[in-house]
């Protein structure tokens, strides 16, 4: 089925409004004109769910400096026609209702069939990275760990148009995509079934230049941005509206509050271009990895697990294992120790076992080796002076557990 892609529209079925709350959108993708039922996909989250986790995530960045002070007001009035905000208590509780994605239905079967974790491990050790699990050729850095030290083999880094407006993401990057000449749409379906407000259409076109696209972005209602952008020249008319949570709160608040005669709806124009386009600097660049997965990877009958998302992102994650693509974690913290890490490797596709077992026992190998080695060293540097060494350890019951540390002290007839 390898064809070659000029133009790509990805869209979705929405399910009829009296089962929006049970069934799955499913995602379609029409290549050149012609739609590709092969490549049709079924979303591992419900409408609602993903509703609620983009006001939870603009809730969540909305926290960040001075926070934005009238939060759930410029919810409610700015997205009233997208939400059933009324219909959720979650001001109080955004956080736990957040991970409660993970143990929802969709999400939580993938995440039981298709996870690997390995916990706990060495960031470095005497014979190297102990956390090389992937064997993926194509690899898409959004932010964590260097590639180099996920992955076993060669592989070349790709970036998008939506990473280049996404300001936290720089990193070293091979190839772009979409091509010179080539087009990639979400459409209102394909963006509303994801979460994000109806109405909406985001696309991008590769430009001759690398690293260079015409980006254009309906927020619903005639509220458009469109404007080329570059790796090395800059985000052109995004630039206003692609800053971090902090500048970008104050934007927002500066808005909401002005005495001046500017009607609400007015506001909520500017607030919806600032706080979409910033949610849309992680979201969009998972669109752009699935069209990439769908075009570069399976419409030229390779391997989904070809490709690889790397992040130290939860909601990156979280996205990933929705739309079924292939992703490493890196940010888990739960458990972690220092200089350690915990790697969470979604893994979805046709699997090689034999490999995968292979390389998860030489992972836990290589863990095992490295610690030991370090315990070896340790040992030797201490028998040689131990006043180089401090130690701690713990005394009392399981409800009154301390720690205390200190130097090893050596004195002349003590051991």
């Known amino acids: 089925m390898s064809i070659s892609v000029v133009e790509c529209t990805f869209t979705a079925n929405i399910p009829d409004p009296r089962f929006i709350d049970s069934q799955y959108p499913e995602l379609q993708c029409i290549a050149n004109g012609r739609l590709l039922p092969d490549l049709n996909y079924t979303s591992h989250a419900l409408i609602k769910e993903s509703q609620l986790r983009f006001i939870l995530d603009l809730i969540k960045d909305g926290k960040e400096g001075e926070g934005i002070s009238n939060m759930k007001e410029i919810i409610e009035n700015c997205f009233k026609n997208s939400y059933r905000v009324s219909n959720y208590d979650f001001f109080p509780n955004y956080m736990q209702i957040i991970k409660s994605f993970e143990t929802s ?8 069939q298709f996870q690997e974790v390995l ?8 014979v190297g990275s102990t956390m090389l ?3 993926a050729t194509r690899v898409n850095h959004e932010s964590g760990f260097d590639p180099i030290k996920i992955c076993r083999g060669k592989f070349k880094s790709f970036g998008t148009a939506a990473s280049i407006l996404d300001t936290a993401t720089k990193t070293r990057v091979d190839e772009w995509f979409p091509r010179p000449g080539q087009r990639i749409t979400f459409d209102s379906n394909f963006i509303y079934s994801l979460g994000l407000p109806p109405g909406m259409n985001w696309s991008c076109r590769g430009l001759a230049a690398p690293g260079s696209f015409h980006v254009s972005i309906n927020y619903g209602n005639g509220n458009i941005i469109e404007s080329d952008i570059s790796r090395d020249d800059g985000l052109g008319d995004f630039t206003e509206y692609s800053k971090g949570n902090r500048l970008k709160n104050n934007d927002i608040n500066d808005i909401w509050s002005t005495k001046t005669k500017i009607k609400t709806a007015e506001k909520c124009d500017q607030i919806q271009k600032i706080a979409i386009t910033k949610e849309l600097g992680d979201v969009a660049q998972i669109w752009m990895y699935y069209a990439y997965v769908m075009i570069e990877i399976l419409l030229k009958n390779l391997n989904r697990i070809d490709a690889l998302m790397i992040t130290t992102d939860s909601v990156v994650y979280l996205l990933c294992i929705i739309l079924f693509l292939p992703c490493v974690y890196t940010g888990s913290r739960e458990g972690v120790q220092s200089g350690r890490c915990t790697l969470k490797h979604f893994l979805p596709g046709d699997i090689d076992y034999g490999k995968m077992y292979t390389n998860l026992i030489k992972a836990y190998y290589d ?8 315990i070896i060293l340790a040992l030797r540097i201490m028998s040689l002076d131990f006043n180089k060494f401090t130690y701690y350890r713990y005394y009392g019951d399981d409800e009154s557990l301390r720690r205390t540390y200190g130097n090893y002290q050596t004195d002349e007839g003590k051991k």
């Open 105 to 112: 239905a969709g999400v939580r079967d993938s995440i039981e």
């Open 119 to 126: 916990p706990n491990i060495l960031k470095t050790s005497t």
């Open 133 to 135: 699990i992937s064997d």
């Open 367 to 374: 863990h095992i080796y490295s610690n030991n080695n370090a």
